[in-house]
Nanobody
């Protein structure tokens, strides 16, 4: 079992940047592959990015490729999402998630533990 707590969300203008953090506790963070997802009102949860347990491999959703960067610090039990060139359509609640089976997937059902989410709002 692992507990995840996101932070760093807020209101930003289009073209700006934000850095989200996810603090993990209660488990061996370095064991898990990790992911970021987002969900806008009335929409399904959308894959944003994933990173291997070692940090050695990452992949991204098409809508954020080239603008967002996922990273992790296993020594600090922290996951990050650097978001640049933000657009109004990036507005959503952002969730971090942990995958204990190393599926390294892009579907929500492939992740076992979830944080409570942090709101990101991008104004035009």
């Amino acid at each position: 079992q692992v507990q995840l707590v996101e932070s760093g969300g807020g209101l930003v203008q289009a073209g700006g940047s934000l850095r989200l953090s996810c603090a993990a506790s209660g488990g061996t963070f370095s064991y898990f592959d990790m992911g970021w997802f987002r969900q806008a009102p009335g929409k399904e949860r959308e894959f944003v990015a994933a990173i291997r347990w070692s940090g050695g491999s990452t992949h991204y959703g098409d809508s954020v490729q080239g603008r967002f960067t996922i990273s992790r610090d296993n020594a600090k039990n922290m996951l990050y999402l650097q978001m640049n060139s933000l657009k109004p359509e990036d507005t959503a609640v952002y969730y971090c998630a942990a995958d204990r089976l190393h599926r390294y997937g892009s579907r929500a059902y492939e992740y076992d533990f979830w944080g409570q989410g942090t709101q990101v709002t991008v104004s035009s």
